[in-house]
């Protein structure tokens, strides 16, 4: 009996080892990294527009009154400021197409926001409308989205540039129980949803064409199958609970019985 006992508790003890047990090596970011190491990145990344992308537009000029018709605003009343202009989204149609007010439509998909800036710019001089035209473009959408076995959220990008392992940081960072040899990217490429696996323990990650990020990119995760165990193991200690006990009293009862043979 004493050596069943001795038995039963080795085994709870070995199992809470090896489910509390999480290396290094699975976590650590860019392992194979040394001091002094340089690679080389993208430095001239672009997002470019998408349909259903969302975008704000100004258009100005000296003359404030000749870019007034190119601008769509609505007015937003506020009972202490009084009325105030805000300028709405261009929404990209299915077709990659935006509509401005005056020029009409224009294709936006596959440009970058700099590009889109020069064509409309070129299009006022070029139509006779304004001489010395200045045009920004935003994107007002553009987010990066996490799903993963903790919850998901959406984070937006204020700056349009936007590497993995920055997305990574913004998220708040991966728990020890990830599993970091794949985390998927899920992007929208020609109306197909494409996904590849990257693993930020490698500074392979930053040769990766999926690096650098691009607008309403997905980000997914999934928990080792360490982490699975643990909560399989979980589950299951009400039931370690009731055989400790259980080992505690047919402990009991094998003293009593001893002392009665002596």
């Not at 601008?71 to 400021?81: D, G, M």
């Not at 970058?112 to 299009?123: F, G, S, Y």
């Not at 940081?169 to 040899?181: F, V």
Request: glycine fraction near 6%; charged fraction near 20%; proline fraction near 3%.
């Amino acid at each position: 009996m004493k050596r069943i006992i001795r038995i039963g508790f080795v085994i709870v003890l070995a199992i809470l080892f090896v489910t509390s047990c999480v290396t290094t090596k699975k976590i650590a970011y860019l392992q194979d990294m040394r001091h002094g190491s340089q690679i080389e990145l993208e430095d001239t990344f672009e997002a470019v527009i998408s349909p259903y992308d969302e975008l704000d537009i100004v258009i100005s000029c000296f003359d404030q009154e000749l870019a007034k018709p190119f601008n769509i605003r609505s007015t937003v009343q506020n009972a202490t400021i009084g009325s105030a202009g805000q300028n709405l989204a261009y929404l990209v149609d299915q077709y990659g197409d935006i509509e401005l007010p005056v020029l009409g439509k224009i294709h936006a998909a596959g440009l970058t926001r700099l590009k889109l800036q020069e064509k409309i710019a070129q299009m006022l001089i070029d139509g006779g409308y304004i001489n010395d035209p200045f045009v920004m473009a935003r994107f007002r959408n553009f987010k990066i989205f996490f799903l993963g076995a903790n919850g998901g959220k959406a984070i937006t990008v204020p700056n349009e540039r936007c590497t993995f392992l920055e997305a990574l940081a913004l998220s708040g960072d991966m728990n020890i129980y990830t599993n970091r040899k794949k985390v998927a990217v899920l992007r929208e490429v020609n109306g197909q949803m494409t996904m590849r696996w990257l693993d930020p323990r490698s500074s392979k990650v930053f040769d990766d064409p999926y690096f650098m990020l691009q607008q309403n990119d997905f980000i997914i995760t999934r928990q080792t199958g360490h982490k699975n165990f643990l909560d399989s193991f979980n589950q299951l200690t009400p039931y370690f609970t009731i055989f400790s006990s259980l080992m505690s009293v047919a402990s009991l009862l094998l003293l009593f019985r001893v002392n009665n043979l002596y």
